[in-house]
């Protein structure tokens, strides 16, 4: 009986885990694609991949889970450029992108 509630337990903290990581790709996904918006690339793919994931310290002291995922895209089409989001707890930290060409025909 105890080993069936110690294997319940740990199955639901597994789900919760898999959840809450579900939707901070999801919130690492919307952030990036508004940044490529914003500077005039294109998102390739439609996809952000989890890279790492270690314990970091915010801004007020607190232990958060600093993950990281990388994206491509590209400015002109014809070439495909990586970039890499942190993302600390639920926030986007910083997006950083390789340097680019960009199309000057405009």
């Not at 005039?40 to 232990?63: F, H, P």
Request: hydrophobic letters at 45%; charged letters at 25%; one cysteine or more.
């Amino acid at each position: 009986m105890l080993d069936d509630l110690i294997l319940i337990a740990l199955l639901l903290g597994v789900y919760l885990y898999w959840f809450s990581g579900q939707q901070i790709k999801e919130i690492a996904f919307n952030a990036v694609r508004a940044h490529c918006l914003n500077l005039d690339v294109q998102m390739l793919d439609e996809y952000v991949a989890l890279n790492s994931i270690r314990l970091r310290r915010d801004q007020t002291g607190k232990i958060r889970l600093q993950r990281t995922f990388l994206f491509e895209f590209s400015s002109t089409g014809n070439e495909r450029y990586n970039g890499v989001c942190i993302m600390l707890g639920r926030r986007a930290e910083s997006i950083q992108m390789e340097p680019y060409r960009f199309d000057e025909a405009l």
